[in-house]
C-alpha cells in the first residue's frame, strides 16, 4: 500500500522543518548578528525552495589618521626637549652633586637624538673684570662638556662659547640675579 497524500505532507513539512532548523542553527549560533536571517518555519515554508540570501552589513571605512611628523629636534632649543641649564656657585666651574644629576639627564637625553648638536654657553655674574668673566665662563662651559663626554655624548656634537657676564639672563645687583647668571646655558649653534 502506498503512503498516503496527508502522510506526504506531513513528512514534507517535517523536512523542511528540520532543514529551517538546521539553517539556523549553523547561521544563528555561529555568534553573527545577522537579523536579515528568516527563521520562523512558517515563512520558510512560502519560499520553500527558494535559496536564503544573507546580505553583509555595509562596512564604513574607518576615517584616515593624518600622520604627525617627528619633532626635528636639531631646530629646537634644548630646552624645549627636556636639556636644562647648569648653575655654579661664585668664582666656581666645578660641577656639584646637583649640576651632574642634572647633566646626566641632559646626556641621556642628547644620547636619544644623536642628530642634535648644541652650543654650551658659559655665563658669570658682573663681578669680577670682563677678562676674568670670559676666562671663568669657559671654564664652566669647558667643565660641562667635558662631563657630557664623559657619559657618552660626542665631542663632535658639543660646540663651547663664553659670554662672560655680556649676556645676562636675570637683571640686577643683587644674589638672586647673579645666582641666575653663574650657568652654562644649552642653545643651537
Known amino acids: 500500500m502506498g503512503i498516503g497524500q496527508n502522510t506526504r505532507k506531513m513528512l514534507t513539512l517535517l523536512g523542511m522543518v528540520a532543514l529551517v532548523a538546521a539553517l539556523a542553527l549553523t547561521t544563528g549560533c555561529g555568534g553573527s548578528d545577522d537579523a536579515d536571517v528568516e527563521t520562523d518555519p512558517e515563512a520558510a515554508m512560502d519560499g520553500a525552495g527558494d535559496a536564503v540570501e544573507t546580505v553583509p552589513e555595509p562596512v564604513t571605512p574607518e576615517e584616515p589618521v593624518e600622520a604627525v611628523p ?87 656634537r658639543l660646540r663651547v662659547t663664553s659670554y662672560g657676564e655680556s649676556r645676562p639672563f636675570a637683571l640686577g645687583s643683587n644674589e638672586t640675579a647673579w645666582a641666575k647668571n653663574r650657568r652654562a646655558h644649552f642653545a643651537r649653534p
Open 70 to 156: 617627528a619633532p626635528d629636534y636639531s631646530a629646537m632649543q634644548p630646552a624645549e626637549f627636556g636639556v636644562e641649564d647648569i648653575f655654579f656657585a661664585f668664582d666656581q666651574y666645578d660641577l656639584d652633586d646637583i649640576a651632574m644629576a642634572s647633566l646626566a639627564r641632559d646626556a641621556r637625553i642628547l644620547r636619544e637624538h644623536p642628530e642634535v648638536i648644541v652650543l654650551v654657553e658659559g655665563h658669570t655674574d658682573e663681578r669680577g673684570t670682563v677678562e676674568y668673566n670670559l676666562a671663568l665662563g669657559e671654564r664652566r662651559a669647558l667643565a660641562v662638556r667635558d662631563y657630557l663626554v664623559s657619559l657618552g655624548v660626542s665631542t663632535s
